[in-house]
């Protein structure tokens, strides 16, 4: 519940802090940064806590809660990680494409 009661304050400093700032050309707009890794976490560490308690009757309940924590960052990290390398690669794979498009229309062009 507390964790739950903490996402409003993140919320705020995530819209101020990280609004759009004019930086020239470019207007960068970070919203969001804070509050969605928090709120999947949220979610995330209730599941598995909640499993946690469910099969492992045996522990206490901070102990349960800790280790669910820690294996939620890890969730977390190994997520982003894993949809970072997804994106490059779909990146590779359509600058492959592009470049393969470009060099046959210089090919019958020519």
């Known amino acids: ?22 930086g020239g050309f470019i207007s960068l ?17 209730a599941g598995i806590s909640t499993a946690g308690i469910f099969y492992c009757r045996r522990l206490s309940i901070p102990v349960i809660h800790f ?5 939620t960052i890890l969730i977390l990290i190994f997520g982003f990680l894993a949809i970072q390398k997804a994106d490059r ?3 590779a794979k359509n600058y492959e494409l592009h470049i393969k498009n470009a060099n046959s229309w210089q ?3 020519n």
Do not use: E, K, Q
């Open 89 to 91: 690669n779909a990146t």
């Open 1 to 22: 519940m507390v964790l739950a009661a903490l996402a409003i304050p993140v919320f705020i400093l995530d819209w101020v802090m990280l609004g759009p700032r004019g």
């Open 107 to 109: 090919t019958i062009l």
């Open 67 to 71: 280790c669910s924590a820690f294996l």
């Open 29 to 45: 707009d970070f919203r969001g940064f804070f509050i969605l890794p928090y709120i999947l976490f949220l979610i995330l560490h």
